[in-house]
């Protein structure tokens, strides 16, 4: 019998696509400005964005990339994941679901 307080086993999906999926979400969140940045140099420049937001690209994927590769944070990312999945099981609503308002009158 498992105890109380240990994780869930997790699947392969799990470990190597959803939590990925979710560090991925939470990067960009943490890599804000410098996504944001990006974004706008590419908008600004049209075809010639290869050239003209290299040091953009550059500092977005160097922020993004520190917090792929920190073990801290695919921890904390994991604990998140699993602890959706746990509200899940007993709840059966997904947590996107959850985060949004209800409608009052169906």
Do not use: W
Not at 70 to 88: A, G, M, T, V
């Amino acid at each position: 019998m498992e105890a109380a307080n240990a994780e869930p086993k997790l699947r392969h999906v799990e470990t190597d696509v959803l939590i990925p999926k979710l560090m991925r979400e939470k990067a960009k969140e943490r890599c804000a400005e410098k996504v944001e940045a990006f974004t706008h140099c590419c908008k600004e420049s049209g075809f010639l964005m290869a050239f003209k937001c290299r040091e953009e690209n550059g500092v977005m994927k160097e922020c993004l990339t520190a917090h792929y590769k920190d073990p801290s944070f695919f921890e904390e990312c994991k604990q998140e994941y699993i602890k959706e999945k746990l509200e899940f099981e007993r709840t059966g609503i997904p947590t996107k679901s959850r985060k949004q308002k209800l409608p009052t009158s169906m």
